[in-house]
């Protein structure tokens, strides 16, 4: 199993934090969302992996996936919650089968593993991804039950590249909406 980090408030309700491949829970989007969670009174449990070379995208997505298993199997908590970025948003399917809400930040839109999920699941979730992402699929997300925040031109990581005072301008319009999800749960 991956590393955890672990930031107690509420034992009743648990929030396990998946990171992307390069973007760990450090990071702005993912250190934001974990400040939402505490401050909204939830205990957040932070994996942090190195994902080993995988041969193929199924593969990758049942490694996530048993990394979320693991993850959760571990809380006794009454209510969980995922939050995943990028290659954390392959525990879609974990998210779908245990009717969990969710937070998927710059979802893998393209992946068969992820859509399928998406497409599937009823618990509140929220989507979060920009249109200059090549992963993101806006008419995808708008197509499901989810809560859906699209950011014109943001990228991946949800910045802008040209202008680094419109990316703070988005991380403070995804920490809100990422806040606003929370509270509703």
Same mark, same amino acid.
């Given at each position: 199993?991956?590393?955890?980090?672990?930031f107690?408030?509420?034992?009743?309700?648990?929030?396990?934090?998946?990171?992307?491949?390069?973007?760990?829970?450090? %990071?702005?989007?993912? +250190?934001?969302? %974990?400040?939402?969670?505490?401050?909204?009174?939830w205990?957040?449990?932070?994996?942090?992996?190195?994902? %080993?070379?995988?041969?193929? %995208?199924?593969?990758?997505?049942?490694?996530?996936?048993?990394?979320?298993?693991?993850?959760?199997?571990?809380?006794k908590?009454?209510?969980?919650?995922?939050v995943?970025?990028?290659?954390?948003?392959?525990?879609?399917?974990?998210?779908?089968?245990?009717?969990?809400?969710?937070?998927?930040? &710059?979802?893998?839109?393209?992946?068969? +593993? =992820?859509?399928?999920?998406?497409?599937?699941?009823?618990?509140?979730?929220?989507?979060?991804?920009?249109?200059?992402?090549?992963?993101?699929?806006?008419?995808?997300?708008?197509?499901?039950?989810?809560? =859906?925040?699209?950011?014109?031109?943001?990228? +991946?990581?949800?910045? &802008?590249?040209?202008?680094?005072?419109?990316?703070?301008?988005?991380?403070?319009?995804?920490?809100?909406?990422?806040?606003?999800?929370?509270?509703?749960?």
């Open positions: 199993m991956a590393d955890q980090n672990r107690e408030a509420d034992p009743a309700r648990v929030a396990i934090v998946l990171p992307g491949a390069y973007y760990t829970p450090a %990071r702005p989007l993912l +250190h934001f969302a %974990r400040a939402v969670l505490l401050a909204r009174g205990t957040v449990q932070e994996v942090w992996w190195e994902p %080993r070379a995988l041969s193929d %995208r199924a593969a990758a997505s049942g490694w996530v996936c048993d990394q979320a298993v693991a993850a959760l199997d571990q809380e908590a009454e209510r969980l919650l995922l995943g970025k990028s290659l954390g948003t392959f525990a879609a399917p974990v998210a779908v089968e245990r009717n969990l809400p969710a937070i998927w930040l &710059t979802p893998l839109c393209g992946e068969r +593993h =992820v859509t399928g999920a998406l497409t599937a699941t009823t618990a509140p979730t929220l989507l979060v991804g920009g249109t200059g992402d090549p992963t993101w699929n806006g008419d995808l997300a708008r197509s499901t039950k989810a809560q =859906v925040l699209e950011i014109p031109g943001a990228d +991946h990581g949800l910045e &802008t590249k040209a202008d680094p005072v419109n990316s703070a301008d988005i991380l403070r319009e995804v920490v809100a909406t990422v806040d606003g999800f929370v509270a509703r749960l």
